[in-house]
């Protein structure tokens, strides 16, 4: 079964930086692919680089720069793996950098439709 890694850093005010190191994310990146998990996956762009366009129901497009979510976690990149069940996708979160140091890793099925 497919899952994707939505992996979030904390942004808000006195939250711990991140303290993972290019090699720890190229550890991880390299362990899921020799485990044959590893199906995609990104980093994204800076989030000053975001705009949001927002659709009223009258059809008027609003584009705007940034998200603006009322969240000081910021969707940093993500990962999609197939593995068997939902408790190995768990384990792939959990040795994720991206999950320590006040980070959160989201993990939600793929649809197949």
Same mark, same amino acid.
């Given at each position: 079964m497919k899952y994707i890694l939505?992996?979030?850093a904390d942004t808000a005010p006195g939250a711990a930086p %991140?303290? $993972?190191s290019v090699e720890d994310w190229m550890t991880y990146e390299k362990e899921m692919k020799e485990a044959g998990v590893h199906v995609s996956g990104h980093a994204m762009a800076d989030l000053t680089t975001a705009t949001a366009v927002r659709v009223a129901a009258t059809g008027e497009r609003t584009v705007t720069d940034g998200p603006y979510a009322e $969240?000081?976690?910021v969707l940093g990149g993500y990962d999609v793996i197939d593995v068997p069940d939902l408790d190995a996708a768990?384990?792939?979160a959990a040795r994720c950098p991206g999950s320590?140091? %006040?980070g959160t890793v989201i993990v939600?099925?793929?649809a197949e439709f």
């Open positions: 939505l992996i979030n %991140g303290c $993972s $969240s000081h976690e768990l384990e792939w320590k140091d %006040g939600r099925p793929l």
